[in-house]
């Protein structure tokens, strides 16, 4: 009887586990509209809709790195500079 006892145990702390995760997610998704909102961007672009074929100058390794958002984490400013119209937004 122990053993079935602990199976259940163990299945209800990943059952709690999964879902207070997804609890978790969902607040961050309606933190991240919210925000998303409030900026009042024009456009609706990602990291992922940026055509690194055109001539830019923008380099693909120092983009990735970016969207990474590594600099953040440390809590580093991030500057954008170029002339007007060039996709700075």
Same mark, same amino acid.
């Given at each position: 009887?122990?053993?079935?006892?602990?199976?259940?145990?163990?299945?209800?702390?990943?059952?709690?586990?999964?879902?207070?995760?997804?609890?978790?997610?969902?607040? +961050?998704?309606?933190?991240? *509209? @919210? !925000?998303?909102?409030?900026?009042? $961007?024009? /456009?609706?672009? #990602?990291?992922? +809709?940026?055509?690194?074929? *055109? @001539? !830019?100058?923008?380099?693909?390794? $120092?983009? /990735?790195?970016? #969207?990474?958002?590594?600099?953040?984490?440390?809590?580093?400013?991030?500057?954008?500079?170029?002339?007007?119209?060039?996709?700075?937004?």
């Amino acid at each position: 009887m122990g053993g079935h006892a602990t199976k259940w145990g163990v299945f209800a702390a990943h059952f709690w586990g999964a879902f207070t995760g997804r609890l978790e997610l969902e607040r +961050d998704g309606k933190r991240l *509209a @919210a !925000r998303l909102r409030f900026a009042g $961007l024009r /456009q609706q672009a #990602t990291p992922e +809709d940026v055509d690194h074929r *055109a @001539a !830019r100058g923008l380099d693909r390794a $120092l983009f /990735q790195r970016l #969207t990474a958002g590594e600099w953040i984490e440390r809590h580093q400013d991030l500057l954008v500079t170029g002339p007007t119209g060039t996709g700075k937004t």
